[in-house]
């Protein structure tokens, strides 16, 4: 994925003078007052795929307050660890307009919110254990959360995919010939998702992550959009066509790009890396 060098807002570029100032939350409780601060994280999507019912139709940044102990007992509970719903609690807890559902907000916008939430909170070096793809040590690797990219989707030139404009895209697959739309996924997506693949593993099924993925993506092929067809399709797409439809949706996605050089401190493997975002990433210091 290539990168737009537009940053998130949360490194180390200058401020914009002609921004308003910094926005904060008052709090009082028994005559002691004191101000929570909050940040705008710019939203990779810049609101253009959300209907225009939603709150961020059109909207290009959302404003959130930063971390506090609260969000921490959070990300802490292990009751809503186990639920797997502790990070959409944060989140929601974080995001001032109520109106926002953090489940309806596309997966590159939630991971905006999360990486600024995470470097307002801990600040933006990132430590964690990684195992070097040339020689198999684990070691600890810094990367560096500012160098996080927004990437806006401006590469789907590169496979011929149409933008529809309603949050939708259109390519045509390579063996089949066939003209799929997909839409964008959301955090709601991305749950049901994660619930799928457990189910199937406690079932003791096959894992089906790329059938799920491409099911849920799919709106119509050459125009059908029947619930049945969709999944006989995703069932029984030829690999050539499901490759080039997965990377179709990530050219298509707009996301926050984590790619970061690697170093191997052991041997002379150096390659670009996706930064992993691990049980420390909320944690740096446990």
């Not at 939350?25 to 705008?40: A, D």
């Not at 593993?201 to 059938?211: D, I, Q």
Request: proline fraction near 6%; aromatic fraction near 6%.
């Amino acid at each position: 994925m290539s990168r737009n060098r537009d940053r998130t807002g949360m490194g180390d570029t200058k401020p914009d003078v002609s921004a308003p100032p910094p926005q904060a939350l008052q709090q009082e409780t028994s005559g002691f007052s004191f101000v929570i601060p909050t940040e705008f994280v710019d939203l990779p999507s810049k609101g253009r795929f959300y209907p225009e019912t939603h709150p961020l139709h059109n909207v290009d940044s959302i404003e959130i307050k930063q971390m506090t102990a609260k969000e921490e007992d959070i990300l802490t509970s292990r009751t809503l660890l186990k639920k797997g719903v502790a990070l959409d609690r944060v989140i929601h807890s974080l995001i001032l307009d109520k109106k926002v559902d953090p489940d309806s907000l596309l997966i590159g916008d939630r991971n905006a919110i999360i990486i600024a939430t995470r470097v307002s909170g801990y600040g933006n070096e990132y430590t964690t254990s990684v195992a070097c793809p040339g020689c198999g040590t684990t070691q600890e690797f810094s990367f560096d959360l500012n160098e996080a990219n927004i990437y806006e989707g401006e590469n789907i030139d590169t496979l011929d995919i149409t933008d529809n404009g309603d949050g939708t895209f259109t390519t045509c697959l390579p063996k089949t010939e066939l003209n799929v739309t997909v839409r964008l996924l959301t955090g709601r997506d991305e749950k049901n998702l994660m619930q799928t693949t457990e189910n199937d593993r406690k079932r003791k099924r096959p894992e089906r992550a790329v059938t799920h993925q491409l099911q849920s993506m799919l709106v119509s092929v050459n125009g059908e959009d029947g619930a049945e067809m969709l999944q006989y399709f995703a069932e029984n797409l030829p690999s050539m066509d499901s490759r080039h439809l997965r990377l179709a949706y990530r050219l298509a996605a707009p996301n926050i790009d984590l790619t970061q050089h690697f170093e191997c401190a052991e041997c002379d493997y150096e390659a670009d890396m996706e930064v992993p975002l691990t049980a420390d990433f909320f944690w740096p210091d446990r």
